[in-house]
């Protein structure tokens, strides 16, 4: 063997052994993931089960799930955990020290600029595109929780209520949180390795056990207990999430393998396949890359379930909903016939969250800063600023369509079906082409794809936004308003005929009602 052919052979065989451990890293992850969150779910029943609230305080109810939830950060991720104490230690000192006026710029700055810095050692100083000890993940949940709840507090303790809208008025907290209580928060084995984001406020009640409760106020101002009613088993919700689980899994381990979204920039594939057949690859390889989200989205929520959070009142029907803290609306998901209905049902949590903290309260084009958060908050590949930027230009063609269409193709029903079905293959081709660079991660194959579609929904898009401009008119706004009025007046009869229940019932189901309608609202303008 000459000496060139040794060397490459050599390069050969160490690029095989680097894949190789490469790929029981990721194995090893991934089973890490599963085992803990099986331990949580079981932890989170003999939880519901042995430290309920109606037979233990509640200091030691978040001790419990606070030490839970750091053993599980440090058998997943080793010493990596200790950012997840820091991270959240430091932000508690910047409320303490700074005060309410100002902590929520303070730590929203921090918290944000801590998980970057976080992301940036893990991509770029260990493999990029590969495994490493991705610790990030819980940090990009807590960052949620630190910034929601600095927000919350700034609003509750220093903002006068007539300047709150009705949800921030819902959400705000009125007193300082102890240490111990904002660690369980931030902490707590039900959410840590996977989410969902809960608002203070409802974890806190869930805690104390305050969702069984029917409440009036008193003379004093305080609520006063009038009785406490049975508590609703999560046992039927948690039993269906999970059967959800594992046709995710099964679906991923089975499916999602066979088409990769790689394939889309495959040379053989581009030159050969013809454009029907490039778009119904593209659509079906996107398709089965979602089920390992709702896999690990599903499970997180049915472990707060079997903990006995996650309870959000009644149905007409009298049925419990256990869906307070949902992520994602499946069904809806696949059946979004438009890019708005598809990001209302994904990612439910962190939609809202980007909403509390961003969209209404930026005062300078509030679709761009939101969509330049949500990437900032994923991490520092450039296919997600790549995929959020496509966003921007997609949402707001998206919005300035169905403005000035949609309205014609309401009646008579057979119209609506076919405009139905057009909106819902045009969306489904859409949000793939966006997130393609979200899942390719680096510039050149995002732009190789990009350069095989020709671009041609960016320039769709850009060209339907200089045919179809969409203003804001004082009459959409003075109809916004009176929609939000109209449901704060609805949620204030029923708190008043119904009192509170179920992490304050009435309360969550009108600010999720009412934030709702917001969202709807601010997205179609």
Not at 93 to 109: A, L, R, S
Not at 460 to 489: C, D, F, I, M, Y
Not at 494 to 510: A, I, K, P
């Amino acid at each position: 063997m000459t000496k060139g052919k040794r060397i490459l052979w050599e390069k050969t065989e160490q690029q095989q052994y680097y894949v190789y451990v490469i790929s029981c890293l990721q194995v090893r992850s991934n089973v890490n993931f599963v085992v803990c969150q099986v331990f949580a779910l079981l932890a989170a029943i003999w939880f519901r089960t042995y430290l309920r609230s109606s037979k233990t305080s509640s200091f030691i109810r978040h001790v419990v799930a606070t030490l839970l939830g750091l053993y599980l950060a440090l058998f997943c991720f080793g010493w990596y955990a200790l950012h997840f104490l820091v991270q959240s230690g430091i932000s508690y000192c910047i409320m303490i020290i700074i005060g309410v006026e100002n902590m929520h710029k303070y730590c929203f700055v921090f918290a944000l600029g801590y998980l970057t810095v976080c992301q940036i050692t893990r991509v770029y100083i260990f493999d990029y595109g590969q495994y490493s000890a991705d610790f990030s993940g819980p940090m990009m949940i807590i960052t949620q929780k630190i910034t929601s709840l600095a927000y919350e507090i700034h609003d509750g303790m220093f903002r006068k209520d007539e300047e709150l809208t009705p949800s921030q008025r819902g959400l705000a907290v009125r007193r300082m949180p102890s240490l111990l209580e904002y660690l369980s928060y931030n902490c707590n084995f039900m959410g840590i390795l996977a989410g969902p984001l809960c608002s203070y406020k409802d974890y806190i009640t869930f805690i104390e056990g305050r969702s069984d409760h029917m409440t009036q106020s008193g003379e004093n101002g305080k609520e006063e207990m009038l009785y406490r009613r049975t508590e609703p088993s999560p046992n039927v919700a948690v039993i269906q999430k999970l059967l959800v689980c594992g046709l995710s899994l099964l679906f991923h381990l089975t499916i999602s393998k066979t088409l990769p979204v790689e394939y889309n920039i495959d040379e053989h594939f581009q030159a050969t396949a013809s454009w029907p057949t490039k778009v119904i690859y593209l659509y079906v390889s996107l398709l089965a890359a979602r089920p390992k989200y709702y896999f690990a989205w599903t499970l997180a929520d049915a472990i707060n379930n079997a903990a006995g959070f996650g309870f959000r009142g009644y149905d007409q029907n009298g049925a419990a909903r256990w869906d307070l803290i949902s992520n994602l609306r499946i069904q809806q998901i696949e059946m979004s016939t438009s890019f708005k209905m598809f990001v209302d049902n994904w990612n439910i949590q962190t939609a809202l969250w980007l909403k509390r903290v961003c969209y209404e309260r930026a005062s300078l084009s509030p679709t761009i800063q939101t969509f330049i958060l949500s990437a900032i908050w994923h991490g520092v590949y450039p296919g997600y600023y790549l995929t959020f930027l496509t966003g921007v230009v997609i949402t707001l063609a998206a919005r300035a369509i169905r403005k000035n269409i949609r309205r014609y193709f309401i009646e008579p029903p057979q119209l609506k079906l076919f405009y139905d079905i057009i909106t819902w293959i045009v969306t489904q081709i859409a949000v793939s082409y966006t997130v393609v660079p979200f899942v390719l991660l680096s510039v050149k194959p995002s732009f190789k794809f990009y350069s095989s579609w020709y671009y041609c929904l960016h320039i769709a898009g850009v060209l339907v936004l200089l045919l179809l401009p969409v203003k804001r008119t004082e009459r959409g706004k003075n109809a916004t308003e009176n929609v939000q009025l109209s449901h704060s007046k609805k949620c204030d009869d029923t708190e008043n005929s119904l009192g509170q229940n179920s992490f304050s019932t009435t309360n969550s189901v009108c600010n999720q009602n009412q934030e709702v309608t917001s969202r709807h609202s601010s997205l179609k303008q």
